[in-house]
């Protein structure tokens, strides 16, 4: 089974990918990707002068075009709702690792 963050796709590839929940809509042009990449949006593996795309990224891709498109945010919202989105990620994680500690001490 692959991982979700496996790298795996080119950025042509990445580039049709995006648009699978929508197949009616064009593409996204692989400059939009690197435009993400400048900003810090996305973060392709690197192998040499390739970018290769995971699930993962693939999926941070949608939900930017999600953002921007359905919702008219701008990139720079669009950078800070994917900060705090990851910030509770982590402390769902956290919250689940003490949760864990706590049963596991309590028995």
């Keep these: 089974m692959r991982r979700s963050d496996e790298p795996l ?3 042509s590839i990445a580039a049709r990918l995006v648009r699978i929940e929508k ?4 593409a996204i042009h692989p400059q ?13 593996e690197r192998v040499g002068k390739n ?3 995971s699930e993962k990224d693939i999926d941070r891709v949608r939900q930017i075009q999600r953002l921007t498109q ?5 990139l720079a919202g669009v ?3 994917l900060g705090l989105l990851e910030q ?19 028995s």
């Design 23 to 26: 197949p009616e809509e064009p």
């Design 79 to 81: 950078e800070v709702i």
């Design 32 to 44: 939009t990707l690197r435009m993400y990449e400048r900003l810090g949006l996305v973060t392709p």
């Design 88 to 106: 509770i990620e982590e402390l769902q994680a956290e919250v689940e690792r003490l949760q864990k500690a706590a049963t596991t001490s309590g």
């Design 9 to 11: 796709y080119t950025i």
């Design 70 to 74: 359905e919702m008219g945010v701008n």
């Design 51 to 53: 970018r290769l795309y």
